[in-house]
């Protein structure tokens, strides 16, 4: 099918929110403050994170970027060689975060349902190495998570959450951050909510904690305490390998803005919007939505299963129409770094051919997700 590549993105697949309280925020903490670095804004925002979670503050670490808050927590539980159990099919920051700190990840299937990880699977693949388990809430759907830490208590095993997806989504009705072993959230720009860039680790292992915190500052020892009362460190010593990831204040500064329109604005919208692709093409011969549970989830993306081959036809015809599409993820074992031997996984591999994200944002209207769903059920009837 031939199309044509002028027509700039009408709808598009996802988008930044930020305004004119974001955009004040900023300014005051460069006009009136000046200190641009990590001090009294990512202090608060790690209290309010905290709060917005029920949990004490010292469980929360701000970092630069959800990839950072995951590199740290893999390095705070593993050593060199150490395997970690995680679906394929995510985003190339969860397999980068693990190599990052040394560690291998071990590629596992998921269910196709829910593309959460095949345990089943991943038991297969134990050996005396692993040491940690990734279970990655896609499309923001932390389903069989009480599965996953049943399945860690049995091996041993620490619990990675890549809730990068799952700021503001609760599972059997507490909130993802606020139970669980250790929980990295990202703010990158187009997440639930935005620092600009950067993410957050959360966790109730004191020691765990206290190694992250100080990893993200070079490994200088009890750096942070020190910036948070405006103080540095001159005398200090470093006992492992850290690095700069720390939160900067202006990044703080805007996340704290979008932390609170969380409840009231973007949360609703998206999930009203979610609801609509689902009321709209739930029926439609040769699609199939994921099982989640929309309200408790907060969807980041709004992938659907096209079957039939249909796929990408499909994105081109959205495409022509100037409505920008994605396909998340390419499984990680299909690439050359992390492709050990030939390895097939058939599930992720038939679903890396059938998924295809619609666009979902607080900035669409229900208009545009009409407009993109008559557009879907157009080709599914035609084609
Ligand atoms: C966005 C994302 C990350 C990484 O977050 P950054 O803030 O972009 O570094 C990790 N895992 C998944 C599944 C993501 O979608």
Request: proline share 4%.
């Amino acid at each position: 099918m031939a199309i044509q590549k002028t027509i700039d993105p009408v709808i598009r697949l996802s988008q930044s929110i930020v305004g004119q309280r974001e955009s004040d925020a900023l300014i005051k903490v460069i006009l009136d403050d000046g200190y641009l670095g990590m001090g009294e804004q990512v202090n608060n925002f790690e209290r309010e994170i905290a709060c917005y979670l029920g949990v004490p503050k010292e469980w929360v670490i701000c970092v630069n970027s959800g990839t950072a808050a995951l590199h740290l927590a893999v390095q705070a539980v593993t050593k060199a060689d150490d395997e970690v159990l995680v679906q394929s099919l995510t985003f190339v920051s969860s397999f980068q975060a693990i190599s990052a700190a040394r560690a291998k990840p071990v590629p596992c299937e998921v269910h196709p349902e829910t593309i959460t990880i095949n345990l089943r699977d991943a038991e297969n693949r134990i050996t005396k190495k692993t040491r940690a388990i990734m279970p990655v809430h896609y499309a923001s759907n932390p389903d069989n998570l009480d599965k996953v830490y049943e399945f860690a208590r049995k091996y041993k095993l620490r619990v990675i959450e890549d809730a990068a997806h799952a700021f503001g989504c609760t599972f059997k009705k507490k909130k993802i951050g606020s139970f669980g072993d250790i929980i990295c959230f990202s703010f990158d720009g187009i997440k639930n909510i935005t620092s600009g860039e950067g993410g957050a680790v959360v966790t109730k292992n004191e020691e765990t904690a206290q190694r992250i915190r100080d990893s993200r500052l070079l490994g200088i020892e009890k750096d942070t305490e020190k910036r948070f009362i405006g103080e540095r460190s001159w005398d200090f010593n470093v006992v492992e390998q850290g690095y700069r990831y720390h939160m900067s204040n202006l990044f703080a500064a805007v996340g704290r803005v979008q932390l609170s329109r969380l409840n009231n604005e973007f949360a609703p919208k998206r999930i009203e919007l979610a609801k609509l692709y689902r009321k709209q093409l739930e029926n439609v011969v040769g699609l199939q939505f994921l099982n989640t549970n929309l309200g408790p989830v907060v969807p980041h993306i709004q992938p659907v299963r096209v079957l039939e081959g249909k796929r990408n036809n499909l994105r081109l015809t959205l495409e022509s129409q100037g409505i920008q599409t994605g396909i998340h993820y390419k499984p990680n074992h299909l690439l050359t770094f992390y492709n050990t031997g030939g390895m097939q996984l058939p599930v992720s591999e038939r679903l890396y051919e059938e998924l295809l994200s619609l666009p979902l944002h607080p900035g669409l209207s229900s208009i545009d997700v009409k407009k993109v769903c008559q557009v879907v059920i157009k080709f599914m009837k035609s084609s």
